[in-house]
């Protein structure tokens, strides 16, 4: 998750919109199956789709909200701070999201 930081931040400036899903939607497939190469697999009980994904996106939350307390502002909060231009924002949105898988080393 730590790999894919900007890009996600990058993401949630859009504002929800499509291509912040399908980021999402690919991040959390990419997360499962990295945890399935180790051998770590969730239990369909407790962890679905959305639930993983919900996680991802809270871990994410929480790392935005310490830096705003440090009055740093990141993500949809640097947009709706007028941090981010509407040109910015049309880049953004046309640039294909890349997710990064790191090297473990086990």
């Not at 730590?2 to 890009?7: G, M, V, Y």
């Amino acid at each position: 998750l730590i790999a894919n930081r900007a890009e996600y931040l990058r993401h949630s400036t859009l504002n929800y919109t499509v291509q912040q899903k399908q980021y999402n939607n690919n991040l959390t497939q990419q997360m499962i199956e990295l945890a399935a190469q180790y051998g770590l697999i969730f239990d369909d009980n407790d962890f679905s789709f959305v639930t993983i994904r919900d996680r991802i996106r809270c871990y994410y939350k929480s790392y935005v909200q310490s830096l705003k307390k440090r009055g740093i502002l990141l993500g949809y909060a640097a947009r709706k701070a007028g941090l981010v231009s509407d040109n910015d924002i049309e880049v953004s949105a046309s640039t294909a999201g890349k997710i990064y898988v790191p090297n473990v080393l086990t």
